[in-house]
T-cell receptor, first 113, second 114 residues
Framework: GEDVEQSLFLSVREGDSSVINCTYT??????LYWYKQEPGAGLQLLTY?????DMKQDQRLTVLLNKKDKHLSLRIADTQTGDSAIYFC?????????????FGKGTKLSVKP | SQTIHQWPATLVQPVGSPLSLECTVE??????LYWYRQAAGRGLQLLFY??????ISSEVPQNLSASRPQDRQFILSSKKLLLSDSGFYLC?????????????FGSGTRLTVV
């Protein structure tokens, strides 16, 4: 079955880099996503990567994909207190009549000043 | 541009009372629509999705139902709320057949059943 797993907590100091890790199970070509959820808010799409790519960079965000190990990571450079949030990894599953997003349980990032 | 509206933002309801949460999407046609629940454990559980008017698929058996009376309107309902229905409910939409944008989420409804 499909399963997306992530560690639940990460704590870093302001200015350091944060690396949030995720493993997924779908072996077919797929889209993989990182979402951010601030307290009491909905989910905001941060970035996505297609499984034929190894890396994608967008300003302070770098996504690395190891397709062989089905491992996805999100690196946030120069982490700020405003980056404190829950980060969800998700993969698109194409089973059935339409694609469905499968989410991990989320990693709560705490940034200490 | 496309926007998604979800209301109310917060709701406190007694056990046994009915529920109606509404979600509307603007700026797109024939979207896929979704209802998710996020309980205290923070994981996201897909409750319902819809690919068209009147077409509802349920992912888990539960005390809730969903309806799509119009193309861009998705309603989550219950006839009698349970304590276990408390949680954060999120509506989302996506473009059919387009995957690189994932889903776009509304701002959520915090439901507390007392």
């Amino acid at each position: 079955g499909e399963d997306v797993e992530q560690s639940l907590f990460l704590s870093v100091r302001e200015g350091d880099s944060s690396v949030i890790n995720c493993t997924y199970t779908d072996s077919s070509s797929t889209y993989l996503y990182w979402y951010k959820q601030e307290p009491g808010a909905g989910l905001q799409l941060l970035t996505y990567i297609f499984s034929n790519m190894d890396m994608k960079q967008d300003q302070r965000l770098t996504v690395l994909l190891n397709k062989k190990d089905k491992h996805l990571s999100l690196r946030i450079a120069d982490t700020q207190t405003g980056d404190s949030a829950i980060y969800f990894c998700a993969e698109m599953n194409y089973g059935g009549s339409q694609g469905n997003l499968i989410f991990g349980k989320g990693t709560k990032l705490s940034v200490k000043p | 541009s496309q926007t998604i509206h979800q209301w109310p933002a917060t709701l406190v309801q007694p056990v046994g009372s009915p529920l109606s949460l509404e979600c509307t999407v603007e700026g797109t046609s024939n979207p896929n629509l979704y209802w998710y629940r996020q309980a205290a454990g923070r994981g996201l559980q897909l409750l319902f999705y819809s690919v068209g008017i009147g077409q509802i698929s349920s992912e888990v058996p539960q005390n809730l139902s969903a309806s799509r009376p119009q193309d861009r309107q998705f309603i989550l309902s219950s006839k009698k709320l349970l304590l276990s229905d408390s949680g954060f409910y999120l509506c989302a939409w996506s473009v059919q057949g387009v995957y690189n944008y994932g889903y776009t989420f509304g701002s959520g409804t915090r439901l507390t059943v007392v």
